[in-house]
């Protein structure tokens, strides 16, 4: 059974930086695209970034040019790196292979 537990969330001001982790269980990590989603109160799950197996990289537009994801296949484990954070990435993050797994979430808060 493949689990996904993220790790790296907090509270951050204004223009701060955040490496979020999400390390998953099981042999086929390096076979699937890996992704990361955030909801924030009220709203909808939504898609902030995905690699695929080979490197493919996609960004929703609030976040290219502050967040970059990476994965160490080695590791089995995927980044988020999020710099020059605002207010309103504040949020519930989660990480997916986007066949259906998902981890439990780890909070960020952007707050001065």
């Known amino acids: 059974q493949v689990q996904l537990v993220e790790s790296g969330g907090g509270l951050v001001q204004p223009g701060g930086s955040l490496r979020l982790s999400c390390v998953v269980s099981?042999?086929?990590?390096?076979?699937?695209?890996m992704g990361w989603y955030r909801q924030a109160p009220g709203k909808e799950r939504e898609l902030v970034a995905s690699m695929s197996r080979g490197g493919i990289v996609n960004y929703a537009d609030s976040v290219k040019g502050r967040f970059t994801i990476s994965r160490d296949n080695a590791k089995n484990t995927v980044y988020l790196q999020m710099n020059s954070l605002k207010a309103e990435d504040t949020a519930v993050y989660y990480c997916?292979?986007?066949?259906?797994?998902w981890g439990q979430g780890t909070q960020v808060t952007v707050s001065s």
């Open positions: 099981g042999r086929l990590f390096s076979f699937v695209t």
């Open positions: 997916t292979n986007l066949i259906g797994t």
